[in-house]
């Protein structure tokens, strides 16, 4: 499997909230995660923030993404995702279900060794996306 499918592979599991156990053979079993985000300070590994996306869509129910672009640098052993995360407070969270909707922007940047994801860093705002669930 190629660095981009292996990479799509992974995008669609994390993406739809399967957590670790789909993820986990397009990665290094100790494959770090960065962002400069807030709600992910003390995600460190790309395994706790599969399980964040999974516990995510239990608080946003009906969310789902919207692609827009996917490439890969061979180069560098990079493939890069940018798409829009949508979803609706319904149940659950940090604060009782508000009933608004998100449409946030984000990029995951992948970084490949021996043909798995070693590290991942996404770029997210994600003040701006708390805001407007009305969690802050």
Not at 41 to 64: C, F, H, N, S
Not at 95 to 100: A, H, L, S
Request: contains cysteine; hydrophobic residues 35%.
């Amino acid at each position: 499997m190629s660095n981009l499918e292996t990479a799509k592979a992974f995008f669609e599991a994390c993406e739809t909230g399967r957590g670790w156990e789909a993820c986990r053979p397009h990665c290094k079993p100790d494959a770090s995660f960065s962002a400069q985000a807030g709600a992910l300070a003390d995600v460190r590994t790309l395994e706790q923030y599969t399980e964040w996306m999974k516990g995510i869509l239990t608080v946003l129910t009906d969310g789902k993404y919207e692609l827009h672009a996917f490439a890969e640098d061979r180069e560098r052993e990079q493939v890069c995702a940018f798409a829009t995360f949508i979803g609706t407070h319904k149940a659950g969270g940090p604060v009782p279900p508000t009933g608004k909707t998100t449409r946030t922007d984000y990029v995951y940047a992948m970084r490949f060794q021996d043909g798995k994801i070693g590290h991942m860093t996404k770029v997210w705002n994600d003040g701006y996306a708390l805001k407007e669930l009305g969690w802050a």
